[in-house]
Nanobody, 119 residues
Framework: QVQLVESGGGLVQPGGSLRLSCAAS????????VGWYRQAPGNQRELVAT???????NYADSVKGRFTISRDNAKNTVYLQMNSLKPEDTAVYYC?????????????WGQGTQVTVSS
């Protein structure tokens, strides 16, 4: 069974930092593109950042220069380093990964981790 688990969320003051992790476990051959998304109450889920298997990254304009996405292929884990956090970054953060199992690729979502930026 394949699982995608996010961790690292929490409560932080404005200007603070958090590092989120997205770890894939189970019978996985390879992890391809991974994206971090977020959804605030009353809002649609939005894309925050992506990283390809070749380490090409993309960011939403709202987080450019503050967030950094990276990956550790040996651990099947992708990270989202979030600096200079703002109250408007408050949301549930989800990761979505394309994983290869038995020669086929599948998309998986994690369960989400809450990030709250407040004084």
């Amino acid at each position: 069974q394949v699982q995608l688990v996010e961790s690292g969320g929490g409560l932080v003051q404005p200007g603070g930092s958090l590092r989120l992790s997205c770890a894939a476990s189970g019978s996985i051959n390879r992890m391809y593109t991974v994206g971090w998304y977020r959804q605030a109450p009353g809002n649609q889920r939005e894309l925050v950042a992506t990283i390809t298997s070749g380490d090409t990254t993309n960011y939403a304009d709202s987080v450019k220069g503050r967030f950094t996405i990276s990956r550790d292929n040996a651990k099947n884990t992708v990270y989202l380093q979030m600096n200079s956090l703002k109250p408007e970054d408050t949301a549930v953060y989800y990761c979505k990964a394309v994983l290869e199992r038995s020669g086929r690729r599948y998309g998986y979502w994690g369960q989400g981790t809450q990030v709250t930026v407040s004084s």
